[in-house]
């Protein structure tokens, strides 16, 4: 099913990348769009991982450096069942966390230093069964590319509204108001796209978490900590079209972020959790 809906937001943002060509170059414009789709699509699958890292500044640790966050991550990838992940510092005060690969055997995760400043380590836990949560439950791969074929479409649209803006070729050149338009508005369908995809499976993997972990409290607690400390710290280095892969938004405050939010809002993530715990009896 997660195949189908990649396929499906693939052909979703290349139509977008399209449509953008034809606005901003007319026929000549799509074949290049086309074109350009169809590469950055075969690209953003086999290489959307490491350019998230990547755009993120994770460095990879070695088991010496975090024995205690290599042993926690084998622990829930043994709940799991799936292959133990690479694993990823991000040099930021600023606490958060995400994953990221193809599928279970080529996957990675990423924490801040500031995430584990913050949190215990049965919170820390809990947040980590998260994010295996989303690499068991393949949604890394669908967001993964969500995320980086987005940040594409902005930077098309954004050099492309130059490029239309001032073309010699009128005839085959586009309308200003049309490629003003295209500007505005290929960014923020690419937003709303990365948003469909992403508000649900965040429910979806604090639930699947929260069992891996055998602790829904702890990642309430730990979503509480992170989302206070994330307002007061946030992560103004990240790149916008990558917020759908961290544990929460990265930069809070930020206006565009809560326009076009990615995550369902936190109290409502924490309630579920402590609903969730209530019912199993868990802590």
């Known amino acids: 099913m997660n195949t189908l809906k990649t396929l499906v937001l693939m052909g979703c943002l ?3 990348m399209v449509a953008a060509g034809g606005l901003l170059g007319g026929r000549d414009g799509i074949a ?4 350009f789709a ?21 460095q990879p640790v070695s088991r010496e450096q975090v024995p205690q966050l290599y042993e926690i ?38 924490v801040t230093e500031g995430i584990m400043r913050l949190l215990n ?5 809990g947040v980590l069964a998260h994010e295996l949560a989303h690499v068991r439950n393949r949604d890394v791969l669908i967001t993964t590319i969500a995320a980086v074929l987005a940040s594409c479409i902005t930077t098309i649209a954004h050099y492309g509204y130059y490029l239309g803006a001032y073309s010699d070729d009128r005839r085959e050149g586009s309308n200003p108001i049309f490629v003003l338009l295209m500007a505005i508005l290929a960014p923020i369908a690419a937003s709303l796209i990365n948003l469909a995809i992403s508000r649900s ?14 602790h829904p409290l702890e990642l ?8 206070q400390t994330a307002r007061a710290i946030p992560f103004q280095d990240a790149n916008p079209a990558l917020s759908s892969l961290f544990i929460i938004q990265p ?33």
């Not at 699958?45 to 994770?58: E, G, K, Q, T, V």
């Not at 309430?220 to 989302?227: C, E, G, Y």
């Not at 930069?251 to 809002?265: G, R």
Request: hydrophobic share 45%; glycine share 4%; aromatic share 10%.
């Open 14 to 16: 290349t139509a977008i």
């Open 32 to 35: 290049i769009a086309f074109f």
């Open 38 to 58: 169809i590469c950055t699509n075969i690209f953003s699958y086999w290489f959307s991982a490491p350019i998230a890292l990547r755009m993120s500044n994770a």
């Open 73 to 110: 991550v084998e622990r829930i990838a043994r709940n799991a069942n799936i292959p133990v992940p690479s694993i990823y510092v991000i040099p930021t005060d600023s606490p958060n966390a995400f994953a990221t690969g193809r599928d279970p055997e080529h996957s990675s995760i990423a």
């Open 121 to 125: 380590w049965n919170e820390l836990e």
């Open 201 to 214: 499976r965040e429910f979806e993997a604090d639930a699947s978490g929260a069992e891996l972990c055998g």
């Open 220 to 227: 309430a607690n730990a979503l509480a900590k992170i989302d």
């Open 251 to 283: 930069d809070p405050q930020s206006w565009f972020v809560k326009l076009f939010s990615t995550h369902p809002p936190t109290p409502e993530r924490i309630a579920r959790l402590r609903e969730m715990a209530a019912k199993t009896g868990r802590s």
